[in-house]
T-cell receptor, first 113, second 120 residues
């Protein structure tokens, strides 16, 4: 079975704090892709990052970084020095060999000034 | 380059009415998808298409129909609207290869802005 679990329903931090959003996935596929999407209050879904199952290198993009660990089936997302504009719902997703994207329930991040 | 566009942005339907949600992409993607997002939840796949003339059911297809006559368009049809279909609907597209050899953004689904539907 394919499944994505985002155990943190809501997180609240104060601006400039670092915050990590957890994502744990289940799949029997040997080839798969993992994604993070951001959904700001305006409602659109913004693609943040894609990682394939063969690439376990961590990724850093500005204040964003991602830690992919196959051994623990996790793909965690860290925001450094959070800002109010980071307030959004963040979704982790798994794409299987069937091409279907399976979403986690989402983590609502609130960054307070 | 508009990406994925959806119309309308918002619609109110009465129970039993029908409507079509439009979705168009200009990225020459072969795969297209329809999702629904209920309040406080993640997205659930309704239908998807791997190319013109080919569609398949997702996780929650009941009450919906789709067609894919062109690469660009993937409309979603609600025949008899029910309150349970109140949701936000997202269309997405991607380029997918059968061998997962995609690079440079392949395999990534790009989403439209969504259609908010209220059935009363």
């Amino acid at each position: 079975a394919q499944k994505v679990t985002q155990a943190q329903t809501e997180i609240s931090v104060v601006e400039k704090e670092d915050v990590t959003l957890d994502c744990v996935y289940e799949t029997r596929d040997t080839t798969y892709y993992l994604f993070w999407y951001k959904q700001p209050p305006s409602g659109e879904l913004v693609f943040l990052i894609r990682r394939n199952s063969f690439d376990e290198q961590n990724e850093i993009s500005g204040r964003y970084s991602w830690n992919f660990q196959k051994s623990t089936s996790s793909f965690n997302f860290t925001i450094t020095a959070s800002q109010v504009v980071d307030s959004a719902v963040y979704f982790c997703a798994l794409k299987s060999n069937t091409g279907k994207l399976i979403f986690g329930q989402g983590t609502t991040l609130q960054v307070k000034p | 380059n508009a990406g994925v566009t959806q119309t309308p942005k918002f619609r109110i339907l009465k129970i039993g009415q029908s409507m079509t949600l439009q979705c168009t992409q200009d990225m020459n993607h072969n795969y297209m998808y329809w999702y629904r997002q209920d309040p406080g939840m993640g997205l659930k796949l309704i239908y998807y298409s791997v190319g013109a003339g080919i569609t398949d059911k997702g996780e929650v297809p009941n009450g919906y129909n789709v067609s894919r006559s062109t690469t660009e368009d993937f409309p979603l049809r609600l025949e008899l609207a029910a309150p349970s279909q109140t949701s936000v609907y997202f269309c997405a597209s991607s380029y997918s290869s059968s061998q997962h050899t995609g690079t440079g953004g392949r395999e990534t689904q790009y989403f439209g802005p969504g259609t908010r539907l209220l059935v009363l």
